[in-house]
């Protein structure tokens, strides 16, 4: 397949990404992943730290799985970047998700058998009060009757963003819109903000993702029976509309994953955070506990 050319507008990366460099090559075959829409009709294979963008010419044969977890045979695939995100050109649906094996690690070496994820809850709300800081609030809950113990290092998150043409060239997304932050997870952003920067004939965007400095998180959890875990994220975010989600679980090689709801918001021109009308989460204005 003919890699497409990077566009002739001046393009200067201001800092890298702070993601997760695992995940190699994204060739034909099969991937696992649920299946979402955007706010603007963009469609992605979704697992959590690891998505997959579906081309718009094949999006529609989608369509009737949406929020499903499904299995698809990949025929055709572009990655402009190794690693990174890549897009699906031509695609199969083989039925619904299955185990598919344990992810390897940047050694070669493989990960234990993916968690499971049934009787786990996921969720994500907005803290958006008028005299206080902007937040998303993240909560996974275990539903079961027995302890869980959670590896927020599988816990990933994704920014998704309206396309407003000062993306960075290596962006597989052929939609209105793109990730702007991915490949990442709870316990990494604990210790890294993640982010990055393009400017493109002069003028840029900013998307940064941070833990809220004092929150009460380390990368193993347990849950008891009816346990929650909240952790705060605050963002520096360029003008536009966004929409955020996490997933909990395998990756696109391994098995099902967990996936949140989507939150949809807009951040306005002084830097301030609104939920948009299309949003799919209750904004409460309130943010978890944590260590003063």
């Known amino acids: ?45 979704y697992s959590g730290i690891y998505l997959m963008e579906i081309s718009e010419k094949v999006k529609e044969s989608l369509r009737s799985f949406q929020n499903q ?30 185990v598919l094996g344990p992810a390897k690690e940047a050694d ?15 969720s994500v709300q907005a803290s958006f009060p008028p005299d206080g800081r902007d937040e998303l609030i993240l909560e996974l809950r275990n539903d079961d009757h027995t302890s869980r113990e959670i590896d927020l290092s599988l816990l990933g ?22 990730a702007a932050l991915t490949r990442t997870n709870v316990d990494l952003l604990n210790e890294y903000p993640g982010g990055g ?28 029976p009816g346990g929650t875990i909240q952790i705060p994220l605050r963002f520096e975010l360029s003008p536009g509309e966004y929409e955020f989600l996490a997933g909990y679980g395998g990756g696109v090689h391994e098995t099902r994953p967990l996936v949140s709801n989507e939150l949809s918001f807009d951040v306005d021109e002084t830097g301030r955070a609104h939920v948009a009308k299309d949003a799919r989460a209750s904004n409460d204005g309130h943010s978890p506990r944590r260590k003063e």
């Not at 507008?9 to 201001?14: D, I, K, M, N």
């Not at 990174?84 to 083989?94: E, S, Y």
Request: proline share 7%.
């Open 1 to 45: 397949m003919t890699l497409r050319k990077a566009p002739k507008a001046a393009v200067l990366l201001l800092f890298l990404v702070i993601a997760i460099a695992f995940g190699g090559i994204r060739g034909p075959g099969k991937y696992n992943g649920v299946v979402i829409f955007d706010r603007w009709g963009s469609c992605h294979l």
């Open 69 to 98: 977890a499904v299995l698809i045979d990949v025929k055709e695939v572009y990655q402009p970047m190794n690693p990174g995100d890549a897009l699906i050109t031509k695609l199969q649906v083989l039925g619904p998700a299955q």
């Open 157 to 178: 998150l994704t920014l998704l963003s309206k396309k407003q043409g000062l993306e960075c060239p290596w962006d597989p997304s052929d939609g209105p819109s793109y």
């Open 108 to 122: 070669g070496s493989h990960r234990a058998t993916p968690p499971s994820v049934q009787r786990l809850s996921l």
């Open 197 to 224: 920067s393009c400017l493109v004939n002069g003028k840029g965007r900013t998307v940064k993702l941070f833990v809220v400095a004092g929150a009460a998180v380390s990368r193993r959890v347990t849950l008891d």
